[in-house]
């Protein structure tokens, strides 16, 4: 006696099938790999000094070398009191490269940046033994081509200067 077998419909048959193959796919517990911006690049610096009137910030920034949550960045910094510049940093001179080369930068998934650089400072008519160390530090946020964000500058003289910058690639 032959016995026959049941025939399934189609449609539950591709249900069944994409069940199976959906089955073997591999484990939901793993996170997702997380996708870091890329904040590569040449960027045009720009900014406030302290938020009074006449007093700016300009410079470049370059952002390379960037791997997983770390990169390299190199910037021109330059404050200016009423036109008349009060700090410049260059840290992409071959002049300045052995003293103020380029630093690691810490990045994060969430496009914010954030580097710090120390060194001295050479004041006109002050004798370098008696001056001058200084701390930049800045942190922004990445949102398209654009950085903006935050930064410090403290001297031992005592001073501290703060205000806020747009870095556009």
Known sequence: ???????????????????????????????????????EGSYVLS??????????VEGSLVISDQVGTSATAAM???????????????MTSDVAAATAGPVSAQLAADGSISFSFSGREEIFG????????FTIALGGKLAGNL????????????SEDRGTFSALR
């Open 1 to 39: 006696m032959s016995r026959s077998r049941p025939v399934l419909p189609s449609s539950l048959a591709t249900l069944l099938m994409a069940l199976t193959v959906g089955g073997c796919s591999s484990s939901s517990t793993e996170p997702e790999p997380t996708e870091f911006p890329n904040f």
């Open 126 to 133: 002050i004798d370098p033994a008696d001056c001058c160390n």
């Open 76 to 90: 021109v910094f330059r404050l200016s009191d009423n036109g008349n510049t009060s700090f410049v940093l260059n």
């Open 47 to 56: 900014g406030t000094y302290s938020g009074r009137p006449g007093n700016s």
């Open 147 to 158: 950085v903006d964000g935050n930064w410090v500058l403290t001297r031992d003289m005592p």
